[in-house]
C-alpha cells in the first residue's frame, strides 16, 4: 500500500475547536493576572483603609453616639435622645459662633484667593528673585497655628503692640485690637491671610505651569489683550485648582482652633469665637465634663455643614465642567 493509499485520520471537531483553541485557554491567564495586580493594589491600600477606620470613621461613629448622651468623666453616661440637639438650636451663642465663622469664612476664603492667585500669576513670569520670593511668602504655612496665634497676640496688642506703636509714631491713635469686637475679629483675618496665602499661591501657581502656552499664543495670534488671555483662557484652566482651594479653605475655616484660641480665645464676648472654639470651652473649659456630650453634638454639626458645602460645591463644579 502506498502512502496515497494510507487512511486519513481526521481528529475529532471538539469543542476547544469550536470556541476558539487557544484564546479560550488566554483567558483564565487573563482573568489570574487581574486578580493578582487588585490583590496587590488591595495589599497596598490595606495600610490606609486601617488608618482611616481607626482615625476617623471610628471616631465619627463615637461622636454620634455621644451626642445622644450626658457625659462625664466619671460616672456612667445618661441617655438624653435628640435633647442635646434641641439644647443647640436654642442656644443664642451656638447661633453667634456660627456666624462668627461664617464671618471669618467670607472674609478669609475669597480675599486669600484672590491674593494666591495675584502672586501666583506675579512669581510665574520672569521676575528676578522669583524663587526668594515664593520661599518667602511660604514660609508662614509652615509655622504652626499656635505660634501664629502668639505673634498674632503681640502684633496686635492694643497698648505695646507693633501696629499701633507704628501708628503712634506717625500720630495715629490705633484701633482697640482686644476690646473691640469687630477689631478683634479683624486681627485674626489678617493673621490667617498672612499664614494661608502661600497655600493658596503654590496651588494656583502649579496650575498655571500646567497651562498650554500654545494656547496663549494663539489667543495673542488672535489678538486678545493680556487681560481677556487671562480672563478667558487661564482662568477658566484654573477651574480644577479654584475648587480644591475653595474646599480646603472652606473646611480649614470651619475647623479653626489654634489660631483663634492662642491669639484671641474667643473673645471679647464671643466676638471671635467660631464654632470649633465653642465646642471646646463647652465641652472641656467652662462647664466641665458634664458637657461632653452637647460638645460632640456641636462637632456633628460641623461635620453635616462642612459635609454639605463641599457635596454643593462638588456639585456646582460638575455642572459647570458638564455645561462647558
Known amino acids: 500500500m502506498t502512502s496515497a493509499d494510507t487512511p486519513v485520520v481526521l481528529a475529532p471537531v471538539t469543542e476547544d475547536l469550536v470556541a476558539g483553541g487557544p484564546e479560550r485557554h488566554r483567558r483564565p491567564r487573563a482573568s ?43 460616672g456612667t453616661a445618661q441617655f438624653l435622645g435628640v435633647n442635646n440637639y434641641l439644647d443647640l438650636f436654642r442656644d ?70 507693633f501696629f499701633n506703636k507704628l501708628l503712634a509714631a506717625i500720630g495715629i491713635s490705633g484701633p482697640q485690637w482686644q476690646s473691640s469686637g469687630p477689631w478683634a475679629m479683624t486681627s485674626l483675618v489678617i493673621m490667617t491671610l498672612w499664614q494661608r496665602v502661600g497655600f493658596d ?14 494656547l496663549l499664543e494663539a489667543a495673542t495670534v488672535d489678538g486678545a489683550s493680556p487681560w481677556q488671555r487671562f480672563r478667558r483662557v487661564t482662568f477658566p484652566l484654573l477651574g480644577p485648582s479654584t475648587f480644591f482651594l475653595l474646599i480646603m479653605n472652606i473646611i480649614y475655616s470651619f475647623q479653626v482652633f489654634d489660631t483663634v484660641w492662642a491669639m484671641t480665645r474667643g473673645g471679647p464676648d464671643y466676638s471671635t469665637t467660631t464654632v470649633v472654639t465653642y465646642t471646646f470651652r463647652e465641652a472641656f473649659d467652662e462647664h466641665g465634663p458634664q458637657q461632653l456630650g452637647y460638645g460632640a453634638a456641636i462637632g456633628v454639626v460641623i461635620f453635616l455643614v462642612t459635609m454639605a458645602i463641599t457635596v454643593l460645591q462638588w456639585r456646582l463644579s460638575r455642572t459647570r465642567d458638564q455645561a462647558s
Open 32 to 74: 489570574s493576572l487581574a486578580r493578582a495586580q487588585a490583590g496587590t493594589a488591595g495589599a497596598f491600600l490595606l495600610p490606609n483603609l486601617v488608618l482611616v477606620v481607626i482615625f476617623l470613621l471610628i471616631p465619627i461613629a463615637m461622636a454620634v453616639y455621644y451626642s445622644f448622651e450626658k457625659m462625664g468623666s466619671l
Open 201 to 214: 499661591m503654590l496651588i494656583y501657581l502649579a496650575g498655571l505651569q500646567g497651562v498650554d502656552p500654545q
Open 92 to 161: 443664642s451663642y451656638f447661633w453667634q459662633t456660627l456666624w462668627n465663622t461664617l464671618v471669618f469664612t467670607v472674609f478669609t476664603v475669597p480675599v486669600g484667593m484672590a491674593l494666591g492667585l495675584a502672586l501666583a500669576v506675579l512669581l510665574n513670569g520672569v521676575l528676578p528673585g522669583r524663587v526668594v520670593y515664593r520661599s518667602i511668602i511660604f514660609v508662614p504655612l509652615v509655622i504652626s497655628g499656635v505660634a501664629t496665634g502668639v505673634l498674632g497676640a503681640w502684633m496686635f496688642d492694643q497698648y505695646n503692640g
